[in-house]
């Protein structure tokens, strides 16, 4: 059995969610969205890329994680705003994380966790993950690299970092600014870095007295 066969169920569904994603932008009847692009316009390239998506198979991890993001990776990406994209995936995302009333992000890019536009790590093309590393020391840089946007698996790119390290804090600058990622996010990470990097240094304290 082909690998077109052994996914066909998966991608049917796929491609179901998206359309139910386009009609219901086309049914909210506004002219363009938060940045100014046309709607219309999208939708028709949205409605053209879903009549050729059958046709194609698509790598994604084994996990198929990558399944409801495919639509922000393939050619789309350079062809619609990221607030379209998330206006289609922001409820058929397999990321979302549903806590009560409450929704998180367990995207790698997410900067906060939190489910929404900004934060969310899923449409924001310039997004960027930091958090704790292996065992609670060091830090862990995610962030989307400008080429293999049509590869989910391999789209986003995670480096790790020791906070003690003077040169670690100017490479992590160095990296975001290589890939393009958004300046709105320095102070936020300066912050974060030297929040965890004293969780690190507290954790090795402990350690030793131990």
């Known amino acids: 059995m082909s690998d077109i066969e052994d996914y066909q169920e ?8 998206i359309q139910t ?41 084994g996990s198929m994680r990558g399944e409801y993001e495919l639509i922000s990776y393939k050619q789309t990406m350079t062809t619609y705003s990221d607030q379209f994209i998330w206006n289609i995936l ?8 549903q806590k009560k009333q409450y929704k998180f992000s367990n995207h790698p890019c997410s900067f906060n966790q939190k489910y929404n536009f900004t934060n969310s790590g899923i449409a924001a093309q310039k997004s960027v993950g930091l958090k704790k590393g292996h065992k609670g020391k060091g830090v862990i840089l995610s962030f989307k690299k ?21 040169e670690s804090k100017k490479k992590v600058f160095e990296i975001l600014k290589e890939n393009n990622v958004c300046p709105c996010y320095e102070k936020k990470i300066t912050r974060k870095y030297k929040k965890l990097g004293y969780e690190t240094k507290k954790k090795e304290t402990e350690e030793k007295k131990n």
């Not at 998966?10 to 969610?17: A, L, M, P, T």
């Not at 922001?90 to 994380?97: A, D, I």
């Not at 400008?146 to 003077?166: A, H, I, L, M």
């Open 10 to 17: 998966e991608f049917d569904v796929f491609y179901e969610s």
């Open 90 to 97: 922001r409820n058929q995302s397999s990321f979302k994380v």
């Open 146 to 166: 400008k080429e293999n946007f049509n590869k989910p698996n391999k789209f986003v790119s995670q480096k790790g970092f020791e906070t003690r390290n003077k």
């Open 21 to 61: 994603g386009i009609t219901k932008v086309e049914n909210r009847k506004v002219d363009s969205d938060e940045t100014g692009y046309e709607i219309s316009d999208q939708l028709k390239r949205a409605k053209e890329f879903l009549r050729s998506y059958k046709t194609e198979l698509y790598e994604f991890s």
